[in-house]
């Protein structure tokens, strides 16, 4: 990373229907009109159309933060302090004055929230998506939440599989993990798949293949970015580099995600 903070995407995840574990706690503290929305930070928002999941750390512990009468967040602790200060969160009336007032409706962990179904502004699955564990989240980057496409991330593209193959041992239903892999980005050196490929020929195993995904991800994000044509969404045969911020503003004036800098 560069020298300044890193300027995210934050797109909201609205919730559908709470795993069973969250429902309990969550349904009793939170309006029923309101509503919560998963927030995951992207670098990539012109592939937000592939997303297939959305990735917590099983063991990160996560809180539903209220940001309006209507509104909640669920992010780590990390990223609420952060977005209040950034002033993107609240807003100048409800902007905390005390720590007390930056304290979640709900605090747990994110094992508690795996199944819950979202609904993935862009994406292709209009029908929601899970919420799936992922090993690898940094509890100390972003904002803990990490959205999944396989298509062009390794790294999701990596846990996907393993979720998939070993879907009873993570306590989720296979099929959650099998959402279709559709194209989004073309690349000359990677096809249209870049992600799938990097991962097949580096013969990278598992999440746990941290530095050959590592190097992976740098070559999937330079050949995306420089060399990228869309093939999907309202700027579907443009250049990446052109359509990246694009799709960003338009997700940030249609009301489904916010800039975000850590
Ligand atoms: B990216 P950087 Cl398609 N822990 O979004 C682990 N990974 C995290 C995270 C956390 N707490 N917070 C964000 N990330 C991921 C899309 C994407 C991403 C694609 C391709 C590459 C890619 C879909 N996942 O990232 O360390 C998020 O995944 C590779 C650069 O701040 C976020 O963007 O540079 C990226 O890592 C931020 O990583």
């Known amino acids: 990373e560069g020298v300044g903070p890193t300027e995210y995407t934050a797109l909201k995840l609205k919730v559908k229907e709470w795993s069973a574990e969250a429902a309990k706690v969550v349904e009793s503290k939170i309006p029923a009109d309101a509503n919560v929305y998963f927030v995951p930070a992207t670098l990539r928002p012109e592939t937000m159309y592939g997303q297939v999941c959305c990735f ?57 929230f795996i199944g819950t179904l979202v609904d993935a502004p862009l994406s292709v699955h209009k029908e929601g998506v899970r919420i799936l564990p992922m090993e690898t989240v940094s509890a100390t980057k972003g904002t803990g939440v990490v959205t999944s496409v396989p298509s062009d991330s390794p790294d999701d593209y990596a846990t996907m599989r393993e979720l ?16 279709e892999i559709i194209p989004i980005i073309d690349t000359p050196a ?50 990446v580099q052109d359509a990246k911020d694009k799709v960003r503003s338009a997700l940030i004036k249609s009301g489904h995600a916010l800039p975000f800098a850590d």
Request: hydrophobic share 35%.
């Open 190 to 239: 990677y096809g249209n798949l870049a992600a799938k490929h990097l991962v097949e020929t580096k013969k990278i195993q598992s999440p746990k293949d941290t530095a050959l995904l590592a190097e992976a991800k740098d070559l999937a994000y330079k050949e995306g970015f420089y060399n990228g044509t869309m093939l999907i969404g309202e700027f579907k045969g443009e250049k």
């Open 164 to 179: 998939a193959k070993k879907a009873e041992f993570y306590g989720i239903r296979k099929e959650w993990a099998e959402l």
């Open 56 to 112: 917590v750390g099983p063991k990160i512990d996560y809180g539903v933060f209220k940001v309006s009468e209507k509104e909640y967040y669920v992010i780590t602790k990390r990223a609420a302090w952060n977005m209040a200060f950034q002033g993107t969160f609240f807003n100048q009336e409800n902007f905390p004055r005390d720590q007390k007032e930056l304290q979640p409706v709900v605090e747990l962990p994110g094992s508690a």
